[in-house]
């Protein structure tokens, strides 16, 4: 059999926890190959161990047959190992060229040979069909290019295996499609992969087999023409999942969020926000669907205090909350969900417990007379943990140790924990496992039943049919439509989303 990898009998351990413990993932030449899991089963760990990262402490590696020990990055390059993490590793100030090429410069006579550097990463780009703009700063270009300069840079240093930790998870709908299509160029030049993902429908798309692993065990490997997502959803959870979320009709209260008029400008200056005006009633999900870029991350930052409206109005339970601090915003009764986790959400060197009350902690009972309470702290971060099922070998373990999905769970739990009267859920499950966002959709929806408001941003579709009371279409930096779920359907959305209207033609507006 011509096995490019194989990992055997691998395990590796951390404090309190084994998250490999015994796992065998074969890839072949020319395949793709999934590796399933929940949030937490170990597919990154597994992952770092073959990039170098971790060293297992017990098991064997081959590569095209002869053991190896990988005991860095560098090594794992020097075997044609190539790796695009779950979060980036680029430099925001360098270019594209100078990602591309760090730590292994062509030089002449002592200097960096730019002009060679800039043709090869040229002619890789072109080969591969990966579009790249090689001057622009990282900081400016789009989360598709950045994870597009991630690839060339495992091209550049010569990999022929190439391992894909949830590539899909931070990308718009276009551009997965969009890198689809290159990981089918990637086969059909010789290079052999691993994808990591939660999307099923992915796996069924461009994988040939998958391996499920859960709770750091190997459960087997599957043809995936063999195979579909009610098998693999029931093999990785250990339970069936419904993929559709139950919920009753709805009754609308009062005004929560009312915005009317609302400019926003975004980092570079440019309105992107234009005229907006939404409402979101008390018990009732409102779903925004949009092309990404269209405003909607500047509104929900506008919002939440973390961006200036440039006009215009944003009241909550009728108070003008137009221009507060976050804290105020927050104090006013505002829970958010951020599309950035990383940036926003969590301190990664914090404790899971100290981020648990990141907002609260200057408050009772978390503080009294100026002094912290640490028993109340853990107290609440525990009752968080169990109740959102947060994957930590503790409440003392740090942010940054617990795996992707993990730390989304735990800032969701600690957003609905809180109870806002408005809860705005921007990407809530991403990155997330089926089973978790079966669960996860139920928390959102028991909270519209509980009488909150609930704005709800994502780029997936089926999640926005499925759990909004009404759909508001974004387009432009507007709101250019609203539609009941129950009569319209993923093409038609699509259509909106791209700027078509629906038979009220000639209004201006339609909130
Ligand atoms: N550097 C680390 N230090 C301590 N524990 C770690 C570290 N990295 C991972 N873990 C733990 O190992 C386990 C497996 O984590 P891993 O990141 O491999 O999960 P995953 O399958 O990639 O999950 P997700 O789908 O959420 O990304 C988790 O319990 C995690 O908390
Ligand atoms: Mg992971």
Known sequence: MDFVIEMLNIRKEFPGIVANDNITLQLKKGEIHALLGENGAGKSTL????????????GEIRVNGTKVHISNPNIANELGIGMVHQHFMLIDNFTVTENIILGKEPKKSGMIDMKKAEKEVQEISEKYGLKVDPHSKIADISVGMQQRVEILKTLYRGADIIIFDEPTAVLTPQEIHELIEIMRTLIKEGKSIILITHKLKEIMEVCDRVTVIRKGKGIGTLNVRDTDTHELANLMVGRDVLFTAEKTEGHPGRRVLDIENLFVKDSRGVQVVKGLNLDVKAGEIVGIAGVDGNGQSELIEAITGLRKAENGGIRLKGKDITGLRPR????????????????????????????MVIQTYYQKPMSKNGILN??????????IISDFDV???????????????????AIIGREIDRDPDL??????????DVGAIEFIHKRLIEQRDRGKAVLLVSFELDEILNLSDRIAVIYEGAIVEIVDPKQTTEQ???????????EKAGEQSHV
């Open 492 to 502: 038609e959305l699509g259509l909106l989303m791209a700027g078509s209207r629906k």
């Open 328 to 355: 105020q915003v927050t104090e006013a009764g505002v829970g958010h969900i951020p599309e950035d986790r990383h940036k926003y959400g969590l301190v990664l060197d914090y404790t899971i417990g100290e981020n």
């Open 423 to 432: 809860l705005i859920a921007a990407q809530p499950t991403r990155g997330l």
């Open 391 to 409: 994957r930590t070998p503790s409440e003392y373990t740090k942010a940054r140790s617990l795996s992707g999905g993990n730390q989304q769970k």
């Open 47 to 58: 992952m770092n161990v073959l990039f170098g990262l971790y060293q297992p402490e017990k």
């Open 374 to 383: 640490v028993k109340e702290i853990y107290k609440k971060a525990r009752s």
